[in-house]
């Protein structure tokens, strides 16, 4: 049965990225720096209504643009559109105005339709527009019951109702979806920014009618998905037809604009728990009924539901009598996608709050009611970790009753992820050349995450040798298969496979060398024996080295001007597992980053449409707010080491609970609670009853 | 500080000047040469150029990039599509998230909201320009030591931006650092580490925002 | 952008005329550039850089005036050890404008002329009120950062900051109109945009800010703002007080707020009360709600009368300890 070694050199240490230096000086080339030779701008033009029927499209007077060498419409003949934002055509030119002017060209016929609704609300309302013909905004899943709610609410010594709000969130990766596409008789390249460079290629061959074997994708660099990453894409597709019809390698990268539009969000949610316990704090009744939208990937007619609408719930929390009934509403704006650990930020939002509310109401400490509900050991012991680093027992106090205008309260709240189910098909290659350099190849991709790191930390250790004396290529599809970076399951996938690629590696070089042991000091003279011939070994993923799931819990302070409303993050400390350390210096960044975007969650992230128009109205970075290197608090990272799990994943789980700890810090702060994500200084101020009311006229 | 001088697209002594106008120019009453040259050297000046491509000449990293580009194209522009130069990155085109950090000089700009025809003139350095010969300066070390960035896109900036402040004030604060830092945005969080970084290649005492413990669960 | 002529112009006569009536100055360019990628503007045929126009790029410190040229760069403002002494106010202001890149660029003239960032008005696929259109959408819309106060449909209001504390300061802007200069206070600049919903201020085509002139009579000056985040981030509401105090008293008193109508608010029967008290809870509490009595909120943009009456107290009381 493999293991890991019990006393690593590197593994569980700070190793530092290996790709650091080339990202620091600018010589990492990311899919949007590619300059093919010949290379041309790509440019799509959008629907600027959010219902419509487009009876023609009229391209010629955009080829007529100089410097412009193709245009194409996504689709021919007349067709429908459902958002504003829903990609029509496209061009290729020489250059960025070229294409900025052919767009103005284009001659869209449409009928626009007043029929749309861009509010989850209205859209659920039996008389509201239709996003999809024939088909209803509304999907509900079948109400799950346990035990008998209604009268185990009559059982319990406290009962809470709460409301509980949270938006449709962007992704934003700092680059912007998009490709270059290279299409020639000798196939199709593209150099995708992509967290699955399988998909891409799988998705371009399927759409463009090729064999895989006659296209490639190759991303070396790429800036972030965080899950909205997956497949081709519309801008996929037509960058490889951009260049099949203007023979010249396309470069088509979506701008900031077009990222609140089209390539997906992380759903909106509408929760109304109630919450009840017995006198002692045992969870006794759960009520919780949900709607939020997918755009239009939610309602009948897509099926509903997908990419994280319905949320699991109590989530990490069990009562004996519950009813859980969700709906998705399907609304005339981009359809949702996979969004870092979908459905459980804001599941953990809703019922973390409805926690401390109950919390509040049994005049409990809100850490001894987790304690007392959630039986899962590992976060029990988390808790009591972070408790004692976080100062809880002394920092917390009675809702509201910090003194002063600016009030501090402090909030806790757990997670659970399916991390790290890893990938059993991976596989990957080495190859050894006889002066003992050694070359790893995967079919993954490094997101920023780690992954070309964590192959050199397990392959040093494995061969006795250092990372830096490691060369791992990853990113393209000729590479051995691997999964995409998803569901936080890459770094259990490829360390195995690292393992088995070494243990083969050593076991073929012993026997070729004659050497028993060629690790370490008899490498060298190992690969020496190879003569002329590199040795190439093939490995894939093997069991016992890696597991699921992870957890982890987070304590929030926060200070809230009463007067201004302005919340202010002093301090996060964050417990979590991942099996093995792989690296902990990566780790450590993969859960700051993850406490960063739940910041964001919490206080300032929000995608805003305007109902009349049906527009996105904060498609940019003015508008759409992103945490800020002020924003950002201390952050104190507890690491639970547990090597006899084996290696799982940390990217999910770091982002789960912040948002939650967040909102019960706040709530702590000024004794009442902000239920709506973000909070906002415009929401703590009518939480404190200071804002008047409006007379409507 | 910006200098009242005229700019100079293709500047010329009065003598070429005056030479170029052959004839014209010696036929001009002697009393009158100086102030129609003066004129005509204003006009030249204030010259009306594009919509299509003019030349400009952009110093980039001490070297001489000469494009031929409309007044429309931005300095960001200019270096990622029409030289090798893809250092600053492209985040928002609309001067809000810092990817396309440039200095000017020793000013730290939005390459994204800049013409390139405005950045003749200037000292412009980008994130290729920092490491001489390979070495990575004193700030780009620290973001490696420091693992101050994940995927890397919004490094260049950040490197710029850090960079900028160092040369200026080589003993920041936190704070400092922080406001120098707040025109960049960064999406897979590594701004505590940012911050560790620019203490530490200030040679400042780091107050370490960022602690880990590891915990062995057995 | 649409494609653009571009000329330096040397002088302000061969500004004017290069600019015509189809063309527009580009100073730091920041505004611009945004208003052109969105084809928010009507397209200029040429834009006239006047960067190298005399005489218009410098601090001119002055026993009872200071002179501030229109072209003086943001950064400039924040940096400058003078302004920061005598004119506290706009130092403040200054340094929490936008981030230090937009700083660097960024002129005295522009910020004062900047359009408006009503996201409906920004937005290149709506046709407001405001570019020519049938209707304010904000009004009955997404509202939460809109005016509190308004004379006419467009509720988009200054976001300014120097053009906040400028009126705190009683400061004149001198604008060069065909030719003639032009006095005009901080009421006036952005007086036609409380009149004309298609106005961001009072400036024609052609006009040109060259310098502001800021009296020293008041040496106590304080800027505030409260926003969603703790920088780089657009006030949801800005306060600046100005204002000589002796033994705790006010004299000349003036409080402006920033972000909630279209032009700096200042209400002088509240400066006028201000005049010759003392600064102490109860005196700025009565001022703020004399300054924010005719609030008319939207439907989102409440919070902005709380949030201004916290910001106004602290701005006043901070005259107090300003040295």
Known sequence: MPSWPTNPKYISGDTRRIDGPEKVSGRARYSSDIQAD?????????????????????????????????????QDGERMVRFYGEELA?????????????????EVVAKPSPLFVVNETEGKAPDAPKVWENASNVDASSPREQGNVDTAFGECAAVIEGFYTTPVQLHNPMETHGSTASWTDNGLTSWASTQGISSVRDGLAGALKLDHSQVRDITEYMGGGFGSKFGPGVHGVLAARLSQAAKAPVRLMLTRFDEALAVGNRPSSFQKIKLGALADGTLHAFEFDNYGTAGIGA?????????GVVLPAPYIYKAPNTRVTQASVAINAGPACAFRAPSHPPASFGMESAMDDLAAKLGMDPLELRLKNDSNEVRQREYKLGAERFGWAAKYKKPGSSPGIVKTGVGCAGAAWGAGGPSRRTQGEAQINPDGSIEFRLGVQDLGTGTRTVIAVVAAEMLGLKPDQITVKVGDTNYPPGPGSGGSTTCASISPTVYDICTKALDQLQTQSGITDARGDNWFAACKKLGVSPLVVNGNWIEGLSTKPAYGVQFAEVDVDTETGLVTVKKVVAVHDCGLIVDKLTTESQINGGVIMGLGYALYEERVMDDLSGVVLNPNFETYKLSGIADVPDIDVILVNMPERGVIGIGEPATVPTAAALGNAVANAIGVRVGSLPITPAKVLAALGKVPPVEKT | MKKPEPEKFGAHSRRTFLKSLGTVAATAATAQVESVAAELEQANAEKVIGPNAVPVTLKVNGKFLKLMLEPRVTLLDALRNYSSLTGAKEGCDRASCGACTVMLDDLPIYSCQKLAIEAQGHEITTIEGLAQNGKLTNVQQAFVDKDALMCGYCTPGFVMSVTALLKKNPSPTTDDVKHACAGNLCRCGTQPRILEAALAAAGVAVNRTTKTEVIDYA | MKAFQYATALTTDSARELVADNGMYIAGGNDLLGLLKDYLVTDPKILVNIKSLPGMSQIEPGDKMWTIGALVTVADLEHDAGIAKVFPGIHDAAMEIASQQIRNVATVGGNLAQHSRCWYFRHRDIQCLKKGGDMCYAREGENRYHCLFTGNTCISPVVSSLGTTFAALDATAIVLRDGKEKRMNMAEVYHLAWENPLAHNSLRPGDMIVRVEIPTARSRSVYMQVSDKHTFDWALVSCAAAAEVTDGMLSQPRVALGSISPVPHQVEAANNFLDGKSLDDATVSAAADMILK???????????????????????????GNA
């Not at chain 1, 496209?90 to 284009?106: E, H, R």
């Not at chain 1, 309602?299 to 997908?306: P, R, Y």
């Not at chain 3, 902005?304 to 701005?315: F, G, Q, W």
């Open chain 1, 38 to 74: 010949g290379w041309l701008y790509g440019m799509i033009l959008r629907s600027k209504w959010p219902a419509a029927q487009i009876t023609s499209i009229n391209l010629e007077p955009a080829l007529k643009i100089p410097g412009i060498k193709a245009a194409i419409t996504v």
């Open chain 1, 90 to 106: 496209a061009v290729a030119g020489t250059t960025k105005q070229a294409c900025l002017d052919a767009l103005l060209a284009i």
């Open chain 1, 299 to 307: 309602g009948a007619a897509t099926g509903g539901g997908g990419s």
């Open chain 3, 294 to 320: 005719d609030a008319k909120p939207l439907e989102h943009n409440a919070y902005k009368a709380p949030m201004a009456h916290a910001l106004i107290c602290r701005t006043l009381l901070q005259l107090k």
